[in-house]
């Protein structure tokens, strides 16, 4: 081992954050955890991570549970953590594996839905101490100060990741890169007088800290104006399941239509396609920031005469999207 690895990896096992994915007395990990786990922290902070993780393996203890569960409750668990597609391809997958069981190669685990390399690399590493680096932006950031590459691309990134990593402790070494991304070598203010590691960096030692990596292009934000149809009995909504491939796909929301030329345009084809004669009463204006898009809702309330199934918000899986919307309805199922 390197100096480097040493030094990290001795920091690491002394500072590590306690964490309920992290059972280092155990020796190695449970594959469906630590793929639960990855999955879940990608988009979302460790805090609420942590809490969606207790939740689902209170519910889906095993890979076969999850596996057997309908995906609306799946989706249901994952409700308000966005970026809804993990939560499908996680059902996807647990139902190949249930039936194949864990892979044990990272063309197996990239095999299955919605895995790609950084999740492959992880659970591999940690739960069966496979000589296999990550790159996640935590890494990305420790990388490119260490060898002083202000705009390092994937492929450089992966090659140096691999170099360095300890193959004796693989996961070890994965989880103590992004443990000192997350929590010494941060994007700003990095602290780099008490950093294990700092006398090999080359962007310390050369005052380059704070240009290294250099900040990436801002993806512009898409305005997306619709109007919304809020159709209730006082008690009940009426909610439609979104189509499986697009966004939000799989969980339940109102009627929506997006604003091609005019507000009033918009609406009266809503109408037309809900067979609806009353135009509804303006109720307010939700705005929803997803990603790179922002949502600017218009939305209507109509009191149901028409056949359309109403049902209550608390059964099925919503977006914060649509959940900001029901708000606007008072219904009392929600209050
Ligand atoms: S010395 Fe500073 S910039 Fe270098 S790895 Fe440590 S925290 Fe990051």
Not at 315 to 322: R, Y
């Given at each position: 081992m390197s100096e480097l690895q040493t030094e990290l990896l001795e920091w690491y096992f002394a500072?590590?954050?306690?964490?309920?994915?992290?059972?280092?007395?155990?020796?190695?990990?449970?594959?469906?955890?630590?793929?639960?786990?990855?999955?879940l922290l990608q988009q979302t902070?460790?805090?609420?991570?942590?809490?969606?993780?207790?939740?689902?393996?209170?519910?889906?203890?095993?890979?076969q549970d999850l596996a057997d569960a309908p995906l609306e409750a799946v989706l249901k668990l994952w409700e308000g953590a966005g970026y809804y597609a993990r939560a499908r391809n996680l059902h996807a997958a647990a139902r190949v594996i249930a039936q194949h069981g864990f892979p044990t190669t990272l063309e197996g685990w990239r095999a299955l839905?919605?895995?790609?390399?950084?999740?492959?690399?992880a659970v591999l590493s940690l739960s069966r101490n496979a000589p296999l680096p990550v790159v996640d932006g935590n890494v990305r950031r420790v990388l490119a100060r260490l060898l002083v590459e202000p705009d390092p691309t994937e492929t450089w990134l992966w090659v140096q990741a691999e170099q360095l990593i300890d193959s004796s402790q693989p996961g070890a070494w994965n989880e103590a890169m992004i443990?000192?991304?997350?929590?010494?070598?941060?994007?700003?203010?990095?602290?780099?007088?008490?950093?294990?590691?700092?006398?090999?960096?080359?962007?310390?030692?050369?005052?380059?800290?704070?240009q290294i990596p250099a900040p990436k292009p801002r993806v512009a934000v898409k305005?997306?104006?619709?109007?919304?149809?809020?159709?209730?009995?006082?008690?009940?909504?009426?909610?439609?399941?979104?189509?499986?491939?697009?966004?939000?796909?799989?969980?339940?929301?109102?009627?929506?239509?997006?604003?091609?030329?005019?507000?009033?345009?918009?609406?009266?084809?809503?109408?037309?396609r809900y067979g609806l004669a009353a135009t509804g009463e303006w109720v307010g204006k939700v705005a929803h920031?997803?990603?790179?898009?922002?949502?600017?809702?218009?939305v209507y309330h109509l009191t149901s005469s028409t056949a359309l199934p109403?049902?209550?918000?608390?059964?099925?899986?919503?977006?914060?999207?649509?959940?900001?919307?029901?708000?606007?309805?008072?219904?009392?199922?929600?209050?």
């Open positions: 500072n590590a954050r306690v964490l309920p994915w992290r059972d280092r007395e155990a020796g190695t990990r449970d594959p469906y955890r630590t793929w639960l786990s990855e999955t902070q460790i805090s609420r991570g942590s809490v969606y993780y207790t939740a689902f393996l209170e519910v889906f203890p095993t890979v839905p919605g895995v790609g390399r950084y999740t492959a690399g443990e000192l991304g997350a929590t010494v070598c941060m994007p700003r203010k990095p602290r780099c007088a008490s950093c294990p590691i700092n006398s090999h960096c080359a962007a310390f030692h050369a005052a380059r800290v704070d305005q997306i104006h619709a109007v919304a149809l809020l159709i209730t009995d006082g008690a009940r909504v009426y909610l439609e399941q979104r189509a499986l491939t697009g966004l939000l796909g799989g969980l339940h929301g109102v009627p929506l239509e997006v604003v091609a030329s005019t507000r009033d345009d918009a609406l009266a084809a809503l109408l037309e920031t997803m990603t790179h898009r922002q949502f600017q809702l218009e109403l049902e209550s918000p608390q059964h099925v899986a919503l977006s914060k999207l649509d959940a900001k919307v029901l708000a606007l309805s008072k219904l009392e199922a929600l209050f």
